[in-house]
């Protein structure tokens, strides 16, 4: 199996309504870029994986515990483990690159959305 | 401290000639925005850490282990743990969002390069 890959030739995870991951595995960790709809929302969670990321493109609300942000391209964040945070896409949607560790054995399990031109890059 | 940062804000790392990365660390990752000037060579090296990423723009000739590619936006990888790799940016440079994991302890003393405007996104 090649190391490389190309994100136009992925089947996107459907991870919440109207967001969808293109992804990468590795042994540690689980790469993705995450498109999400205009409006679209991630309520509240939480999880054991750290998420680290950089919005690429659009801009969203982001919760991470207590602190709010309004944010634009080349804003980044850093989830530690178990803390609660919630997204809310901006009008025009939005493009994130995120790493989550460990990686995300439980997307396994996800529905495969059909076969797209990815928005990013 | 806040979980939120901006690229805008980040004093980038020299990790080599030629090569900037504005970086986030969480426990157990190292997240990375990585500008490559147009011509820039990473020589062949190795590292515990497994390295995944994603090309933002631009294009570059990578190599992992036996398999070289010649990249450009959109293009993913995944290096495993120690496997042997070399880069070389195309003519117009290359940005790549990228993480390692365990995370880059040994960049710490690394050298600061001037504060500069991000040349993406």
Redesign the interface.
Known sequence: M???????GMQPLRIWDGIAART??????S?A?IELDPGSTVPEHRHEN?Q??????GTMR?R??E?T?E?G?????????N?PHEVEAGPQGAVA?E?F??RRDDWGGLERLPASQ?Q??
């Open positions: 090649s190391d490389f890959d190309q994100l136009a990468v595995h590795g042994e540690l960790v790469f870029v750290e680290l990321g950089v919005l690429a493109s982001f991470i515990g602190e942000r944010l391209p080349g804003a980044t964040w850093c989830i530690p483990a803390v690159v790493v560790a460990p990815p990013w890059p």
